[in-house]
């Protein structure tokens, strides 16, 4: 790994250190309000009492609100006679006969009515019941203004709006569409057809206690809740055709993840170092010490066949990067030169160099219009396509063993620019952030979506970061072996939910990305496993690199290539096993 430099960078920076791990939290989405709505039925006393008041195993579910819960997702589901039956037989009503009343006022544009009964339901809020007021008086002076009333509304927005005493900056937009017609166009012309009373109702909905008035689709939202929430914690879910069903709980077995070896492919005469599945899944690059790199095409069996080697280098490959439409392959030279290729042809395009030293790592920006890559005097450059150096930053922003990375809106670079130091170098901003780590950093991978940074490092852990927001550490991984080599790791799986990587004991190992619970450890391998790379259009598809000088395929057991023996090619077929 490289040394630290004298140079410092002239750019304000902000570090932050790795401090206890944390596991990843899931929020939950909101449920979306819809109008409901309810019979007019008083409800009869309950005579249910002691555990008869809750329902379930656990005791924590409350009746009255499950069954009203029920009956709001029988109206919604169309089922108004059954709802209605719900809420006679069971005596709960759904709504109190004053909050029905409240409901079909306002449907029926009963402003002054509605207002008055809303202060008879008992908002113990005085805040909400004021928000809700102004609401409703707000349908009220525009309907009056599509009614061409201006008086009238003038009159409601002085003396029953103003009075409120909240949202003066609505109140001055609603005196706009009075005194200037060219407000949005004919005075409250396009804002009160942009909101029927049935969208009012919706937005009270949202507003109002949910004792008060339940949000429509209440229960479903729940459902789907519990359904994600087995999800998530199922150790292997990786299929995006899995049914969940509401009859029994969630579970998925290690049939999900890709285990068996399908293919071999032999093709180059010497150690191989990296390896990276195009953007679309259709291609697989792969690099060597062997001075080469190759092209694999991947049918849509899933297939691997060799497509074209690219020669030229006059040292080992280091590593390959794929054009945003996958079109083009770059290839760097270790401390030697990058060269961009046709994945058509196979034709060299160019090639990219600089006096007196070398390129250490390259990538593309995501307007595929621009490349930068790494320099030995730990420098990151800029080329357009034809060569042209646009930009050079300088000083210690890379070493001479270093992946570099850029997020897709081009925004941001992200290089190991000393041992246990990865910069974050915010190119519009001009801010660098360093994340530390109390370790040496041998490699790390950037998620799809830009959220998180799997850092491998020398003491065989490697870490998942937060590099979105606050920038912390929030999970982490063990069980590989590393000593000597630079291994890499990949997100991979459905949603990247999956973490894999190499390993000095010539094993693949993966692991749960949430959890960090290791899932599997992969023999086939005769020599230390390089690197991995997951197919990120067939989450039952990766691929492992290493010294033995062999890729191997990997895949689900029901999807094995039948056995056609070594071809020319390099390539060998395997029958699921390893």
Wanted: proline residues 3%; charged residues 25%.
């Amino acid at each position: 790994m490289g040394g630290v430099g004298d140079e410092e960078p002239a750019t304000k920076r902000m570090k932050l250190s790795a401090g206890e791990l944390k596991g990843l939290s899931n929020g939950s989405s909101c449920a979306e309000p819809v109008a409901g709505s309810s019979r007019d039925l008083m409800a009869r006393p309950l005579p249910s009492e002691g555990d008869e008041q809750v329902v379930g195993s656990k005791g924590v579910i409350k009746r009255v609100e499950f069954v009203r819960l029920i009956a709001k997702a029988l109206y919604s589901l169309g089922y108004k006679k059954s709802g209605a039956h719900l809420e006679e037989e069971s005596g709960i009503p759904l709504h109190s006969s004053v909050v029905n009343l409240f409901m079909q006022q306002i449907l029926d544009g009963n402003w002054d009515g509605s207002v008055d009964t809303l202060q008879k339901i008992g908002l113990s809020d005085e805040n909400i019941a004021k928000s809700a007021t102004f609401m409703i008086l707000e349908q009220k002076f525009f309907e009056l203004l599509d009614e061409e009333k201006d008086m009238d509304a003038l009159k409601t927005l002085r003396t029953e709006i103003v009075p409120l005493c909240i949202n003066g900056s609505r109140v001055r937009e609603l005196s706009s569409c009075i005194v200037s017609p060219s407000f949005g166009g004919t005075p409250g012309k396009n804002i009160v057809r942009a909101k029927s009373r049935s969208k009012l109702l919706e937005d009270l909905q949202k507003l109002l206690p949910p004792t008060v008035m339940i949000i429509d689709r209440r229960l479903e939202h729940l459902v789907e809740q519990a359904l994600v929430l087995q999800r998530d914690a199922c150790s292997f879910h990786n299929t995006l055709n899995e049914e969940m069903s509401l009859y029994t709980d969630h579970r998925c077995g290690k049939e999900q993840i890709p285990s068996q070896t399908l293919q071999i492919l032999q093709a180059h005469n010497d150690e191989v170092w990296f390896l990276q599945f195009s953007h679309n899944g259709k291609y697989l690059a792969s690099s060597s010490s062997d001075r080469s790199a190759i092209i694999w095409e991947v049918d849509v069996n899933g297939g691997v066949t060799l497509k074209h080697r690219l020669s030229g280098h006059q040292k080992p490959v280091s590593s390959v990067s794929w054009s945003p439409d996958d079109h083009q392959l770059l290839t760097c030279g270790v401390e030697e030169a990058v060269r961009r290729w046709d994945v058509s042809s196979g034709e060299c395009l160019h090639v990219y160099e600089k006096p007196g030293v070398g390129l250490v790592s390259c990538g593309w920006f995501p307007d595929g219009k621009c490349i930068f890559s790494g320099v030995s005097d730990k420098s990151i450059c800029m080329w357009e396509l034809d060569g042209k150096e646009l930009e050079c930053w300088k000083g210690q922003r890379t070493l001479r063993i270093s992946d570099l990375e850029i997020t897709s809106d081009g925004k941001q670079l992200i290089s190991t620019c000393r041992d246990n130091a990865i910069l974050l170098l915010d190119r519009e901003a001009k801010v660098e952030t360093l994340i530390e780590e109390n370790q040496t950093i041998t490699s790390f991978s950037l998620s799809r979506d830009n959220r998180f940074l799997l850092v491998t490092l020398l003491n065989q852990e490697i870490h998942l970061w937060n590099i979105e927001g606050e920038i912390k550490p929030v999970a982490k991984y063990k069980g590989h072996k590393r000593t000597r080599f630079v291994i890499r790791s990949c997100f991979g799986g459905l949603e990247e939910a999956f973490v894999a990587s190499g390993s000095e004991d010539s094993q693949v190992y993966v692991w749960r990305r949430g959890s960090g619970e290791l899932i599997e450890a992969l023999p086939g391998h005769s020599g230390a496993v390089n690197c991995v790379s997951w197919n990120p259009a067939n989450p039952h598809m990766f691929a492992s690199a290493s010294d033995d000088r062999t890729i191997r395929i990997w895949g689900l057991g029901e999807q094995t290539v039948k056995h056609r023996g070594a071809h020319s090619n390099g390539i060998h077929y395997c029958n699921g096993g390893t």
